[in-house]
């Protein structure tokens, strides 16, 4: 459960110039408190009243070094100097120290968390991305980001030096005049308190509203990614009216009850800052005409008062300001501590002590049981012995556990019982990315990145020759229409390859897959959804490579698993047939039974 102090601790890289610069700033506030005490001091000089001790001691200690009279126009020329000083003399100091370090601090914040950010995305297990829409995810994290980046100049650069300048008033005007320091202190506490009570129930809102937004922007993202099949089913005024709907509950709850209980929070504050704006300025006036303050002290209490309460609206701003990311921010925070998976890879890989595998091909699946919940087992006690450069194929109904096994061989999960064997070793002792680095994997529908085709190709081996690249489009089926493109190899394919068609795509992906040289290759369902000429390419790509490495195919279609050495039916998560297609036709199972369904054109159960 993230927490207050992990929005603290965003910044805790950089303490010290944190520290630094709301010092500077601070003590730049509380310098500026001088000039209004140095006019109520001239008011005095220019009236004939006496100045305070201790600055009649400095002029007189002046007069004494430089043998200047000690009068009314020594007094002027050094407090004219030091407003000088304070006001000119500062102003091409105080935006390096303040603004520039604040921002500064802000932007290295940023890049460093989200450097961080894209490794918890990478790290977090499959189930996630299951479980949550990306749209979601990357709302939670842009959001996040952006409310740190603008709230840390803010609260550093302004809200925590306006809390100090108003204790350096406080200060000032207790030496001047306690009775009337004492009221600031009260009410200024009372003012603050009040606010901060109200801002806490409209952050609780915030929270709710917060979550509601991010439902509904990832509800947006689920209509862009499936615009086709928007538009394919004719839904677009129904996604019209529910988005509306959405918007609208939206509004009324940010309009009617958190704009509108910020604006009477504000409302109620500034009745009462001026209400003690009142009582300090007759309290002042009274102690003046008792002859307890002089004219100069008069007009200095009621000027930097003024200002104290004039620093109540911007305070109160922005902590509505932090009130209002608060919950962007913790939602940040608790998306970031969210454990690593299991199937998590190396995020900083050194060429120099990275293992660097090469295997035979030989896979061995011994006593294998999983299941995502283990009281419900997907697989059960699988046991099966896969030579070095066999093509095996995997087939069953939908549910039976062929991508499960499949997830379980690139370590995505554990098994629950039993292991799995590579060249006689267990995956599980292997350094997990130099492992992966050797298992290559073309899925049904291949991910394809925005950017040009060499860079999609090359995507699991970045240092591959062109003529490898080359080479591997030939094998699948893919150099000739690459060529065809308008720029060949450096074509921009768009986002998710929408200028490809799905064969295609497929193609691309088997290249990419041969690209990385792997010594085990499987293709998960790769010809399920396309068409005829499409699949018939895939499977001559899928039949040159043959014998080259270990493959395995899992297919629902079956005259794609015609050539493989040995067919693995399962039933249930268990194996209940072996054996290669003729064997398996000869035999009155499972087997027999889907082809004889596919050659009628019945559907596949």
Request: charged share 20%; net charge neutral.
């Amino acid at each position: 459960m993230a927490k207050f102090r992990d929005i603290i601790d965003y910044y805790q890289r950089y303490w010290l110039v944190t520290y630094l610069s709301i010092a500077a700033m601070s003590l730049f506030e509380i310098i500026d408190l001088f000039i209004p005490y140095a006019i109520g001091q001239i008011l005095n000089v220019l009236s004939g009243q006496p100045l305070d001790a201790l600055l009649q001691k400095l002029i007189t200690s002046i007069a004494t070094v430089t043998q200047l009279p000690d009068g009314k126009m020594l007094s002027l020329g050094l407090l004219l100097f030091l407003v000088f000083v304070v006001s000119v003399g500062r102003a091409p100091i105080q935006p390096w120290v303040g603004p520039w370090f604040n921002w500064d601090t802000a932007f290295r914040a940023r890049r460093d968390y989200a450097r961080k950010a894209l490794e918890k995305i990478l790290t977090l297990p499959l189930e996630f991305y299951d479980e949550n829409n990306p749209g979601r995810i990357a709302s939670r994290v842009a959001k996040g980001l952006a409310n740190h980046t603008w709230t840390y100049p803010e609260v550093a650069g302004q809200l925590i030096p306006k809390l100090l300048r108003v204790v350096g008033i406080f200060t000032i005007i207790w030496l001047i005049e306690w009775r009337i320091a004492l009221l600031l202190l009260v009410s200024f506490v009372f003012i603050i308190s009040f606010s901060l009570s109200g801002l806490k129930k409209l952050a609780d809102q915030e929270e709710k509203l917060d979550k509601y937004m991010e439902n509904t922007e990832s509800r947006t993202s689920e209509i862009i990614t499936n615009i086709k099949t928007v538009k394919a089913f004719a839904t677009e005024s129904e996604e019209l009216i529910r988005h509306q709907q959405r918007l609208d509950r939206e509004f009324k709850v940010l309009d009617y009850r958190i704009h509108r209980g910020y604006v009477i929070l504000g409302t109620w504050e500034r009745t009462i800052v001026q209400s003690c704006v009142f009582l300090v300025l007759f309290f002042t006036v009274l102690a003046t005409v008792q002859g307890k303050i002089s004219l100069g002290h008069f007009i200095t209490t009621l000027t930097i008062s003024s200002m104290a309460y004039a620093e109540v609206e911007p305070i109160s701003q922005l902590a509505e300001v932090f009130a209002r990311r608060y919950a962007s921010m913790i939602r940040f925070h608790e998306f970031m501590q969210l454990p690593p998976g299991q199937d998590a890879g190396n995020l900083v890989v050194d060429p120099a002590t990275a293992p660097n595998y090469r295997f035979t091909g030989k896979v061995e699946l011994s006593h294998l049981t999983f299941g995502y919940q283990p009281q419900n087992p997907v697989l059960k006690d699988i046991n099966l012995l896969v030579q070095p450069y066999q093509t095996i194929a995997l087939v069953g109904r939908s549910g039976s556990g062929k991508s499960t096994l499949v997830k379980l061989l690139f370590r995505y999960f554990e098994p629950n019982q039993g292991c799995i064997l590579i060249d006689g070793q267990d995956i599980r002792r292997l350094d997990v990315t130099a492992y992966r680095k050797r298992l290559a994997i073309v899925h049904q529908e291949v991910d394809i990145f925005n950017g040009t085709l060499l860079e999609n190709l090359t995507y699991g081996n970045p240092h591959a020759s062109f003529e490898q690249v080359r080479n591997a489009c030939r094998i699948a089926q893919a150099d000739d229409f690459i060529c065809n493109m308008s720029r060949g190899y450096a074509t921009v394919v768009g986002e998710r390859g929408v200028r490809l068609s799905g064969g295609q795509r497929q193609r691309i992906g088997i290249a990419r897959a041969l690209v990385m040289e792997p010594d085990v290759l499987i293709f998960d369902e790769a010809t399920s959804s396309l068409d005829y000429e499409s699949e018939r390419a895939i499977q001559l790509a899928m039949k040159s490579i043959l014998g080259t490495r270990t493959l395995i195919i899992i297919a629902h279609r079956l005259s794609t698993v015609r050539e493989a050495d040995k067919i693995v039916v399962l039933e249930k998560g268990q194996i209940v047939e072996v054996g290669s297609h003729h064997e398996l036709l000869k035999r009155p199972g499972i087997y027999r039974r889907l082809h004889s369904l596919q050659e009628t054109g019945e559907l596949l159960a």
